[in-house]
């Protein structure tokens, strides 16, 4: 809302405000910053899963043991 306000104001704050708004948004669509957040989002599914795989293979040890220590 702020930012649609901003970009109708005309005068040098609204010139202002849109110059900072378009900068921002040139800068999140560039191709670096894109491929960045895209990288920081597989570096932290890469560290969920390999906490449940780790989870998973305890609870596979527990299980297995308990079996054999029944049987």
Do not use: C
Request: glycine residues 2%; positive net charge; without cysteine.
């Amino acid at each position: 809302m702020a930012k649609q306000l901003a970009m109708m104001i005309r005068n040098d704050n609204g010139k202002r405000y849109r110059r900072y708004f378009l900068k921002l948004e040139e800068k999140w669509n560039d191709p670096q910053e894109v491929v960045k957040r895209g990288y920081e989002i597989l570096q932290d599914e890469n560290i969920q899963l390999k906490l449940e795989n780790k989870n998973s293979n305890l609870k596979l040890h527990t299980l297995i043991k308990s079996w054999l220590v029944n049987h």
